[in-house]
């Protein structure tokens, strides 16, 4: 069990990988998107991430969550990844950071 | 389980075939074009006019139609395919009867292998609708999924009439002229069909792909039902009554619903989070709005039907041509870029993401040969759209030559998508 110094840690190199898992729609990382809820480690081996999609139906969804957990795996290879996909709240043009608004030319 | 859309997607076997076979007639059609030549500045009932019109609405638009919607039912409607088996049964079926079709038009052949080819269509097509109405039965019920599904139910209607009015060729039971019956055959593919199919997968793609978000959604119920009210009240009309004083208040109808969908892209445009627009979309946003050409077009046929016979015949032309190419050809155009890069890359990718760098869906094509192709595309469209006012046999061999040029390129981007070899490179750590 790692300590919540470690948690922390390993929490933000995930965050840190999931930059590199884009959209491949919108061509923008699913973090600066807004896409990711929560990210929560156990301490074990489980990370557990909420996640949702730009629209309901979007047709390339289950790539994306194979991304997450893949991207993740490179670096973890031991990890459960447990994606949750979610709509409440619905994602809006809002989430997106101030970072992804320039990249997107907002 | 995520229960995601694309869970739900056919294989490749269902959805390319079509996408080969509908590229291929956008092909042929232009070579069609260019052999008939001046004879397109004629009368519009004529064995080649006909054989262009069915390879253009049934080889190339329901073709590309016929495959991408089976990979967007499980987007539109939430659910997947009823039978990949009735797909292929269907493709197969539906091939013959447009090669069938346009050799009997094109050979003029209307009391013989038309009989075949039209009976073909029409089970083919009944295949095509009882698998999209048997997907959508267990479905999500939204204005969208109302639209594709009356779509379907036009288009069977349509193959219908047609079916009728080629064995009239042989049996003659009409009380009518051809031509009147041809009217409808038309306005019930070419409004009940497309409009409709138009309307309820562009409401779903264009908010997606512009990223627009808190659409106001009355715009496509008012729409529906001033649509399929309209459409419904002018077939009636027409094929019970002749034709009464009523029909203009009909189209005007239909107009109205065509306006409502048109505010309702407007909103998706302005509240637009993509700024810029690529190929694919450009062609589908000029396409939208041009769909106000025809509207005219047709206001003014309504209001000049005793005119001068000539100029009449030349709007009638002008107004099937603009239906066609105006509207329904940049569509298949643009929204190609728009899912067949998607489908591929989802299927050689899928199980390759984050493992590896992968190209982007966009990346599958030449956007540059896009962009070349969008430009001569309007190029030939403004110079046949002079040519059938002008009755110039000069123009129309220049804009036909366009065309064919257009085509060879859009195949050579459909063919570079299709053939994309795997290309991955390792991730640095």
């Given at each position: 069990m790692s300590s919540a110094e470690e948690i922390k840690d390993i929490e933000a190199q995930i965050e840190q990988i999931l930059f590199n898992v884009m959209d491949p729609e919108i061509n923008l990382n699913i973090v600066d998107l807004g896409l990711i809820?929560?990210?929560?480690?156990?301490?074990?081996?489980?990370?557990?991430?909420?996640?949702?999609?730009?629209?309901?139906?979007?047709?390339?969804?289950?790539?994306?969550?194979?991304?997450?957990?893949?991207?993740?795996?490179?670096v973890f290879p031991d990890y459960q990844i447990d994606v949750q996909i979610v709509f409440d709240p619905p994602w809006t043009t809002e989430m997106i950071s101030e970072n992804g608004k320039l990249m997107l030319g907002m | 389980m995520n229960n995601l859309h694309t869970d739900n997607a056919p294989s490749l076997a269902v959805v390319i075939p079509p996408f080969i076979f509908g590229s291929l007639s956008f092909f042929m059609l232009t070579i069609l074009i260019m052999l008939t030549g001046s004879d397109l500045l004629g009368v519009y009932f004529s064995g080649k006019l006909l054989a262009i019109t069915h390879l253009a609405v049934l080889g190339w638009a329901t073709m590309i139609v016929l495959g991408a919607l089976y990979q967007?039912?499980?987007?539109?409607?939430?659910?997947?395919?009823?039978?990949?088996?009735?797909?292929?049964?269907?493709?197969?079926s539906f091939s013959l009867s447009i090669i069938l079709l346009v050799?009997?038009?094109?050979?003029?052949?209307?009391?013989?292998?038309?009989?075949?080819?039209?009976?073909?269509?029409?089970?083919?097509?009944?295949?095509?609708?009882?698998?999209?109405?048997?997907?959508?039965?267990?479905?999500?019920?939204?204005?969208?999924?109302?639209?594709?599904?009356?779509a379907i139910i036009w288009l069977l209607l349509t193959a219908l009439l047609g079916l009728l009015i080629a064995f009239n060729f042989k049996f003659h039971y009409f009380s009518q002229l051809h031509l009147h019956y041809l009217k409808v055959h038309a306005h019930l593919?070419?409004?009940?069909?497309?409009?409709?199919?138009?309307?309820?997968?562009?409401?779903?793609?264009?908010?997606?792909?512009?990223?627009?978000?808190?659409?106001?959604?009355?715009?496509?119920h008012y729409s529906f039902y001033l649509i399929n009210g309209g459409l419904s009240l002018l077939t009636l009309d027409w094929l019970f009554l002749k034709g009464t004083f009523l029909i203009p208040l009909y189209w005007a109808v239909i107009t109205l619903g065509i306006l409502f969908y048109l505010n309702f892209?407007?909103?998706?445009?302005?509240?637009?989070?993509?700024?810029?627009?690529?190929?694919?979309?450009?062609?589908?946003?000029?396409?939208?709005?041009?769909?106000?050409?025809?509207?005219?077009?047709?206001?003014?046929?309504?209001?000049?039907?005793?005119?001068?016979?000539?100029?009449?015949?030349?709007?009638?032309?002008?107004?099937?041509?603009?239906?066609?190419?105006?509207?329904?050809?940049?569509?298949?155009?643009?929204?190609?870029?728009?899912?067949?890069?998607?489908?591929?890359?989802?299927?050689?990718?899928?199980?390759?993401?984050?493992?590896?760098?992968?190209?982007?869906?966009?990346?599958?094509?030449s956007e540059v040969l896009g962009k070349v192709q969008f430009v001569i595309y309007y190029g030939a469209i403004l110079i046949f759209m002079a040519a059938l006012l002008l009755q110039n046999a000069l123009l129309i061999k220049t804009g036909s030559y366009?065309?064919?040029?257009?085509?060879?390129?859009?195949?050579?981007?459909?063919?570079?998508?299709?053939?994309?070899?795997?290309?991955?490179?390792?991730?640095?750590?």
């Open positions: 809820y929560s990210l929560v480690f156990d301490g074990t081996e489980t990370v557990e991430i909420k996640m949702t999609f730009s629209t309901p139906a979007c047709p390339l969804g289950d790539a994306i969550v194979m991304s997450v957990k893949q991207s993740i795996n490179n | 967007l039912v499980p987007v539109v409607f939430g659910t997947g395919l009823y039978s990949e088996k009735l797909a292929h049964v269907t493709f197969g050799y009997s038009f094109w050979n003029s052949a209307f009391s013989t292998t038309l009989l075949w080819a039209a009976s073909l269509m029409f089970i083919s097509l009944s295949f095509f609708s009882i698998n999209i109405l048997m997907s959508t039965r267990t479905g999500t019920q939204n204005i969208q999924s109302k639209y594709v599904t009356t593919g070419l409004v009940g069909w497309f409009l409709s199919l138009i309307i309820g997968v562009s409401s779903t793609l264009i908010p997606m792909f512009l990223i627009s978000h808190q659409l106001e959604q009355k715009n496509l892209v407007r909103e998706a445009f302005v509240k637009r989070l993509r700024k810029g627009l690529d190929t694919g979309m450009k062609y589908t946003v000029l396409a939208v709005v041009s769909m106000l050409l025809p509207v005219v077009i047709s206001i003014f046929l309504l209001l000049k039907y005793e005119g001068d016979n000539g100029f009449h015949m030349r709007a009638v032309t002008l107004y099937g041509f603009s239906i066609i190419f105006v509207l329904i050809t940049p569509l298949i155009l643009g929204q190609t870029y728009k899912t067949l890069p998607f489908i591929i890359w989802l299927h050689k990718y899928k199980e390759l993401v984050g493992k590896y760098k992968t190209p982007m869906p966009k990346d599958l094509y366009l065309l064919l040029l257009v085509a060879i390129l859009y195949n050579i981007n459909v063919f570079k998508i299709i053939f994309h070899k795997i290309q991955t490179e390792s991730i640095s750590a």
